[in-house]
Every structure is written in C-alpha cells, then in structure tokens.
C-alpha cells in the first residue's frame, strides 16, 4: 500500500454543547484522517457527532458549542489555533462544504451569479468579471444547461437537484483541496440522488480532491470511498480501507450496521434498525458507548473506555473494542458485493 500523507488529521477532539438540561458531548475524543486526493466515508446513525465533526473541522459550529480539546491538523497547521482572518480564508478556498439541503445555503432572495461572484472573486483574487465566467464555467461542469443566462436566476427558480449542482458548482470553483460533503443527496428525490453522488465523485476524480464524505448509505460508501471512519456515541469506534472493513468488520457495532442492511432496503437505507436506543450524549454511556446495546458486552465494558487498539498500522486499521479479538465475529461468506447490493437504488 501506497504511503500518503493526511491532508486533514484529527486528534482527539473533544466538542460539547452548552444547553439547559446540561452538557452535550457530543464529540469525545474523536480522531481521524482525511488523505491528500482520497474520499473518505463518515458514517453512523444518527446524532453521532457526523456533522458536528464537519463543522468542528470549519469552526462553524453553533453558538452554544466549542471544541474544548484535540489539534485539527489541515496541512500540519492546527485549524483550532488559527486567528479568526486565517480561518475564514481556509473555509471555502481550502475546504469547501456542501450541506444536505441545498436551500438552506442559498439565500432565496439574491440570484444566482450574486451568490457566486463575490465568494469566487474574493477567494481567487480576481475581477468580478473574471469571477463571472469561472461561476459560468463551474455551473457548465456541473452540467447546468445554458448556464450563462441560468446564472441570472434566483434559487427557487431550480429544482433540488439543480440547486446542490449549483453548490457543487460554487465549491469547485473556489479549486478547495479538500471537500466535505455532508448526506449531500438525502433532501433529493431518489431518482436525483444517483446523478448527483454520480457527479460528485466525478468532480472528485477530476480535481483529485480529499473528500470527505458523511453519509448513512453503506452502499454509497462501499461505491466512492477508499476509506472509512466508523462513528458511534460521539467516537470513532473503527477505521481502515473500505474493503477490509466491508470484508471483515472488528466492531460489534459495525457488524451491527452490516446485518441491519436487509430492512435498510424498506427504510431508504437508513441505519435504524439495530435494537436499542441511540445514545443521548447528556450524560451517555460510561465505559464502551455501545455496551448498552452491545450482545459481548462484560463488566469492563460498562467500567472502562475502550482504547484505541491498532490493528494493521500501515493501512491505518483501528478499532475501540475491549473484546474485538475474543469475539466470535463470524463472517460468513457474504461477499462485499452482496452486502452493498442497497447501491443498485441509491
Ligand atoms: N446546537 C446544539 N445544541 C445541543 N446539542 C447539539 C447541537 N448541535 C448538535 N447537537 C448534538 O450533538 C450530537 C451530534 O449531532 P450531529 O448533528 O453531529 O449528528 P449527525 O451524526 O450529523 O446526525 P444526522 O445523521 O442525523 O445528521 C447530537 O446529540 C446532537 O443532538
Ligand atoms: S467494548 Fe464491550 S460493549 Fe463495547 S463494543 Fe466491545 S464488546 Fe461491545
Ligand atoms: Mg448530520
């Protein structure tokens, strides 16, 4: 395997909300990578800590939460260190973001080319004019037909799809290194869905970016990603090459993703259907998160937080399991092919 170098690398995050019935914590400890020109997946249910990872990553998280620990390192500088100024000229230009419903990052009532224009002008250092042909340009890759008069609508004046195009748009043309895409087709109809991840992994290849990719749909994950960090509680329970953890997950809660994926098909994929509740990160789990809904779980579990066992260094493959080497995780036969069979609807 090849030796590359993180462009993004979180070490042992720690981001709490300050709310009235007490603290959310809703990343403890978190760390993972993101390698130059590679896509990675985040995945896990929901409330994990997906996006707040995401907008831990861009200091845009909300007013009541702060990243309290942890380094962030985007290109060996410490994101969480930088002055304000800095910040907001690595969000957008370095790491760019595309959120889940595209219109709640357009405002409805400018259009389109305003919406482009100043950013792109801003960021690449350049006339409004040039900018103009660099959005007309970027919308035309994202496949917005005519898009030199399109670029004079507002918003509502697309369809779902068109807008997250018009996004992808407006991200590429800032030519970012990194790319965080967070359930970027989940508000588009199912049918839209498929062009859109289609376009995006494309625009990835393309423009050889780092992506980074949250999503629930473990066929998706399966079909764009080189790598993958499992969440679960606010933690990063287990991380390595796609195909290994496809092949052979270590993480009783990554075993548990897998064998939901039968009733994933009649619930548009989403992984809610491992017994149990997902963890209220007031006052969570001690010990293992996963323990109270675990079927290995022993005394220690309840007790004591799992540590980081690496498992194979160089393909980076780790896992938070006290028992991940007693357990009888059976893999049957099932190949990679057949456990992603969902992706044939995505
Ligand atoms: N502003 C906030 N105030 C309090 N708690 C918050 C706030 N924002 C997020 N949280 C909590 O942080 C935890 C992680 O939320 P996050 O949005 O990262 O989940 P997620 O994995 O992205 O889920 P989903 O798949 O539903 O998008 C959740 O428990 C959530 O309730
Ligand atoms: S540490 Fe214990 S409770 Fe947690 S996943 Fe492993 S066996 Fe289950
Ligand atoms: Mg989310």
């Known amino acids: 395997m090849k030796m590359v170098k993180p462009i993004l690398d979180a070490q ?5 909300f300050y709310t009235e019935s007490g603290v959310v914590e809703a990343l403890d400890g978190v760390s993972f990578d993101v390698y130059h020109g590679e896509p990675v997946g985040i995945v896990g249910e929901s409330g994990c800590g997906k996006t707040v990872t995401a907008k831990s990553t861009l200091r845009i998280l909300d007013k009541n939460g702060k990243t309290v620990a942890g380094k962030i390192l985007y290109k060996g500088v410490d994101l969480l260190e930088l002055p304000d100024l800095q910040m907001r000229k690595i969000r957008g230009k370095e790491i760019a973001m595309i959120f889940q419903d595209p219109m709640t990052s357009l405002n409805p009532i400018f259009k389109i080319d305003d919406q482009m224009t100043e950013v792109i002008a801003l960021h690449r250092n ?3 004019k040039e900018a103009l042909e660099y959005a007309i340009e970027a919308l035309e890759q994202v496949g917005i037909a005519d898009a030199a008069s399109r670029v004079k609508d507002y918003p509502h004046q697309f369809s779902g799809g068109q807008r997250q195009r018009v996004l992808i748009a407006r991200a590429l043309a800032l030519q970012p290194s990194l790319l965080i895409a967070d359930e970027p087709t989940t508000a588009l109809d199912v049918t839209i ?5 289609e376009l995006i992994k494309e625009m990835q290849k393309k423009h050889g970016l780092a992506m980074m990719l949250i999503t629930h749909n ?6 764009t990603t080189k790598r993958v960090h499992i969440f679960y509680g606010g933690r990063v329970v287990e991380s390595g ?4 953890i496809f092949i052979d997950p270590k993480h009783p809660y990554t075993r548990a993703l897998f064998d939901s994926i039968p009733s994933l098909e009649k619930d548009k994929h989403r992984l809610t259907t491992i017994p149990g509740l997902v963890p209220r990160l007031i006052n969570p789990p001690k010990g293992c998160r996963f323990h109270p809904r675990c079927k290995f779980a022993t005394e220690i579990c309840m007790r004591e937080r799992p540590p980081d066992i690496i498992i194979d260094k160089q393909k980076a493959r780790r896992v938070q399991c006290h028992h991940f080497d007693e357990l009888d995780l059976h893999v049957d036969e099932t190949t990679m092919q057949e456990r992603t069979h969902v992706k044939e609807e995505a």
């Open 12 to 16: 042992d995050i720690y981001t709490y």
């Open 126 to 128: 350049c006339s409004k």
């Open 193 to 197: 869905q498929a062009q859109i991840l």
């Open 218 to 223: 473990l066929g998706v994950v399966a079909e």
């Open 241 to 244: 090459p796609t195909e290994d």
